[in-house]
């Protein structure tokens, strides 16, 4: 299993400020996009404003 690290991505969901903590691999904008996606399924949520950071 890859080693992975404890981030917290903030960003809006249809332009409420939200977070969520999440394990990842790199910490990319591409791999938290994801992350947000697999929780939030491909409706009609608008994403935006997205910034990820390591977890204290």
Known sequence: MAQTTKYVIKYKLNGERRFEFAQLATG???????????????????????????AL
């Open 28 to 54: 990319s904008q591409e791999e938290a996009e994801a992350a947000l996606k697999a929780i939030h399924g491909d409706g009609d949520d608008v994403l935006s404003d997205i910034s990820v950071s390591k």
